[in-house]
T-cell receptor, first 114, second 114 residues
C-alpha cells in the first residue's frame, strides 16, 4: 500500500515547454487534489476532482489543466511553462463521506522553470 | 478568499520544552486538521478534529478545536529533535461546491535553538 505517489520527483523546464505531472493513489479514494507550495504562501489549491469524471478549479488554476484518468490517477498539465510556475507541487487524495475530510499527500514534485 | 492566520510563523525549541501554536480565522470551520512537513517531503496528517471543544492527543501532541469554531491549537510536550519541521493547520468550510476542500495556514516552522 504505497498511498499517494507522484512522478517525477524533480523537473527543470525551459519557459514555454510543456509537461504533465502524474499522481496515483491506491487507497480507493474518491477525491483528488493538486496543490502548489511556495515559500511563505502555504498550500494553494490548483484543481480538484471530487469524483471520477469531474474536475473543478481551485484558488490558482490559471496556466494549468487536469485530467482525472480513472479513480486512481489524476494528472496536472502545464501547457506552456512560465517562471512563475516554479514551485513544489503536491497531489492529495481523500475518501468521500461525512466526517472524512482528511487529505493524504504525496511526496511532491519540485519544478523549476528557467 | 478565506484565510487562516497561523502563529507563530517560526520558533526555536530546546529539547524538553513544550511548544504551542495556533490558527485563527474570521470564519467558522467544521473541521480542523494539523499536518507536519519534513524537508523535502509531503505533509503528513497528525490530528483531525471534528467537534467544537474537542481535545485530541496523538502521543506527545495535543490539539483542540476551539469552542467558537474559529480557532484551533496544537501543543507539543517535551519536544525532541525530530519535532523540527513545518506544522500546518487546515480548516474545512462546508458550503456549496467547495465542500470537502481545505484551507491551509502558512505554517509554523520549528527549528532547534542554536
Amino acid at each position: 500500500n504505497a498511498g499517494v505517489t507522484q512522478t517525477p520527483k524533480f523537473q527543470v523546464l525551459k519557459t514555454g515547454q510543456s509537461m504533465t505531472l502524474q499522481c496515483a493513489q491506491d487507497m480507493n479514494h474518491n477525491s483528488m487534489y493538486w496543490y502548489r507550495q511556495d515559500p511563505g504562501m502555504g498550500l494553494r489549491l490548483i484543481y480538484y476532482s471530487a469524483s471520477e469524471g469531474t474536475t473543478d478549479k481551485g484558488e490558482v488554476p490559471n496556466g494549468y489543466n487536469v485530467s482525472r484518468l480513472n479513480k486512481r490517477e489524476f494528472s496536472l498539465r502545464l501547457e506552456s511553462a512560465a517562471p512563475s510556475q516554479t514551485s513544489v507541487y503536491f497531489c492529495a487524495s481523500r475518501r468521500s463521506g461525512i466526517l472524512s475530510y482528511e487529505q493524504y499527500f504525496g511526496p511532491g514534485t519540485r519544478l523549476t522553470v528557467t | 478568499g478565506q484565510q487562516l492566520n497561523q502563529s507563530p510563523q517560526s520558533m526555536f525549541i530546546q529539547e524538553g520544552e513544550d511548544v504551542s501554536m495556533n490558527c485563527t480565522s474570521s470564519s467558522i470551520f467544521n473541521t480542523w486538521l494539523w499536518y507536519k512537513q519534513d524537508p523535502g517531503e509531503g505533509p503528513v496528517l497528525l490530528i483531525a478534529l471534528y467537534k467544537a471543544g474537542e481535545l485530541t492527543s496523538n502521543g506527545r501532541l495535543t490539539a483542540q478545536f476551539g469552542i467558537t469554531r474559529k480557532d484551533s491549537f496544537l501543543n507539543i510536550s517535551a519536544s525532541i529533535p525530530s519535532d523540527v519541521g513545518i506544522y500546518f493547520c487546515a480548516g474545512q468550510l462546508n458550503y456549496g461546491g467547495s465542500q470537502g476542500n481545505l484551507i491551509f495556514g502558512k505554517g509554523t516552522k520549528l527549528s532547534v535553538k542554536p
